[in-house]
């Protein structure tokens, strides 16, 4: 309609025309909400930095795990004096080789290309005791705490993480974390037993 300003039904346009008065009719004189924009498909840089933050902390944190638990296995086989103690030592050592081998390969496609290396507290602790007295440090902070960590880390990591091949990496390593952690538990309570 020439010279109204306000979109009309027909049956109201044809009254404005006529009366040459244009204003806005009663029922739509109610202001509409602006329509908000839609949300844009990108994060901002502050999300993608905390998100690429976040999952090289948590590589090196699973890789720590990893590799302090394989060294400290390997001083099992050398220091331990319980033969269940060195046949868990063993189990370790190869379930978390595989899990180490996984994930290097997933870092690698992240760029992360330093190896892990293992917690320095833990070994250096370690590493001057033998036979009983080693059992004992090495299922209470390796064994049973190592697990524990690696279990919370893990599960974080599943339920929380930005990286699909990450949460999917800790996924699978969880079960195994897991039966891990019982099979320490039963360590523990036979050596507990034997002493």
Not at 3 to 13: A, D, I, W
Request: proline residues 7%.
């Amino acid at each position: 309609m020439p010279g109204c300003p306000f979109p009309l039904p027909k049956s109201k346009s044809r009254a404005c025309a006529q009366s040459r008065s244009c204003s806005p009719p009663a029922h739509r004189s109610r202001r509409r909400k602006p329509e908000t924009p839609p949300a844009p498909r990108w994060r901002s840089p502050r999300s993608r930095r905390s998100s690429r933050r976040w999952t090289s902390s948590s590589w090196k944190d699973a890789g720590q795990a990893g590799a302090t638990e394989i060294a400290a296995s390997k001083l099992a086989l050398t220091h331990a004096s319980d033969r269940r103690t060195k046949e868990f030592a063993q189990r370790m050592i190869v379930d978390h080789t595989r899990l180490a081998r996984n994930l290097d390969v997933l870092a690698k496609r992240h760029g992360i290309t330093a190896p892990p290396a293992a917690d320095t507290s833990v070994i250096g602790s370690l590493q001057n005791l033998q036979g009983a007295e080693f059992d004992r440090a090495y299922i209470e902070k390796v064994a049973i705490g190592g697990h524990q960590k690696a279990s919370s880390c893990s599960g974080r990591k599943a339920r929380v993480g930005n990286d699909t091949a990450l949460k999917a990496a800790a996924n699978k390593a969880l079960p195994v974390i897991g039966h891990h952690y019982e099979m320490a538990r039963q360590l523990a309570g036979s050596t507990k037993a034997a002493s």
